[in-house]
């Protein structure tokens, strides 16, 4: 089991899909206008096409194809998003190069799941054409307690034989400083940030609920053929979270740091 393989579940990822898509929009903002009248853009990690959508609400005229190597999240983007100029593939980000001139490849929450992945950074600009747009949006946000708790559970006494290796670290991603020296260094005129957004999330154990959508899938597939200790897992943990991530008068507080780059190549 690797921590880049495990089994998504779009219903439960679109539970929170309010709060998941206002970093989408916050990095789409700074994004220009790819160049050409029928641009081809990318969106890798599409997950179940809901952001994918935006991109063509955004450039109607533009053909538009989210690649995503999770069969369950392509399933729901091709029920719910296909339409005239938006498709969707079976493509995986580690390997995956465009085949022609991109005028934006876009990737929204999505790379922390590819290890290496600002190596792949080099072929991905050499793909847009002259004036297009490489742009990521990434969680910044290992080392926080919903992650930090989870990595320590799984790696104590009870659990570490059956997970060892299975979850992510923070070197999951780099600092957008980092990032912008990668860009900048391959020709593009890059802007990075980061924010930390504060989720106010609503309803009983919260932060366990969103990262049941995400950080927690590897530990949701690796137990998989054995419920009872999946749930004596998520027991421990949600009492973990409910410590780390206390319900105040109006919601909960869920601190999420995000780290984003847009990468402009020369025209
Ligand atoms: C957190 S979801 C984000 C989905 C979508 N971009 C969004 O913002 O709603 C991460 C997505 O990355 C996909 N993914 C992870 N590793 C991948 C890889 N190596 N190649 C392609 N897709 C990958 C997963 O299948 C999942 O759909």
């Not at 980000?93 to 190596?119: F, K, M, Y």
């Amino acid at each position: 089991m690797s921590a880049a393989t495990p089994v998504w579940d779009p219903v439960q990822y679109l539970r929170h899909a309010g709060h998941r898509t206002r970093p989408f929009t916050d990095l789409l903002a700074r994004v220009p206008e790819p160049p050409g009248r029928r641009p081809r853009i990318a969106d890798l990690g599409c997950g179940a096409g809901n952001v994918t959508a935006l991109l063509a609400e955004r450039w109607p005229a533009a053909h538009i194809t989210g690649y995503d190597n999770s069969p369950e999240m392509l399933d729901r983007a091709r029920a719910e998003h296909e339409g005239v100029g938006l498709g969707f593939a079976e493509a995986d980000a580690r390997t995956w190069t465009p085949d022609e001139p991109h005028g934006l490849i876009v990737s929204n929450a999505t790379l922390q799941w590819v290890p290496g992945h600002a190596d792949r950074f080099a072929g991905w600009i050499a793909g847009l054409a002259p004036g297009g747009t490489f742009a990521f949006q990434v969680p910044g946000n290992f080392d926080a307690p919903s992650h930090v708790l989870m990595r320590e559970l799984a790696g104590s006494a009870r659990w570490r034989d059956r997970l060892s290796g299975v979850l992510r670290h923070q070197e999951a991603v780099l600092p957008p400083e980092t990032y912008l020296e990668h860009l900048t260094a391959l020709g593009c005129t890059t802007d990075a940030w980061e924010t930390t957004y504060v989720h106010l999330l609503q309803g009983e154990d919260p932060v366990l609920d969103w990262v049941k959508g995400t950080g927690l899938r590897p530990v949701l597939t690796a137990l998989a053929d054995d419920p009872e200790a999946r749930d004596a897992f998520v027991t421990e943990y949600r009492a973990a979270l409910r410590s780390a991530y206390p319900a105040g008068p109006h919601g909960t507080p869920f601190p999420f740091r995000r780290v984003f780059a847009v990468a402009v190549k020369e025209a």
